[in-house]
């Protein structure tokens, strides 16, 4: 993980117990980096929340920003 995050992104402080999670999550999903793998395990969250309160799958989809 970068050291200097770019503007507007949140980090987690990466301990070793985490680095350990998410390297081992790279592996189970043959991820090229760390931020993949929590990205992965994030939204791998974020679809089960959502089934257990609507009983369906959604799509997630990236923001895209606006031009104004």
Do not use: F
């Not at 507007?8 to 760390?34: H, K, M, T």
């Not at 931020?35 to 997630?60: C, F, I, P, S, V």
Request: proline share 4%; hydrophobic share 35%.
């Amino acid at each position: 993980m970068a050291d200097q995050p770019a503007s507007g992104e949140l980090r987690l402080p990466l301990d070793d117990q985490l680095e350990a999670v998410l390297r081992q999550v790279c592996e189970q999903q043959n991820l090229s980096s760390l931020d993949d793998a929590a990205e992965w395990l994030l939204r791998r969250r974020l679809r089960k929340g959502t089934q257990g309160l609507t009983g369906r799958g959604r799509a997630l989809y990236p923001i895209e920003k606006r031009k104004h």
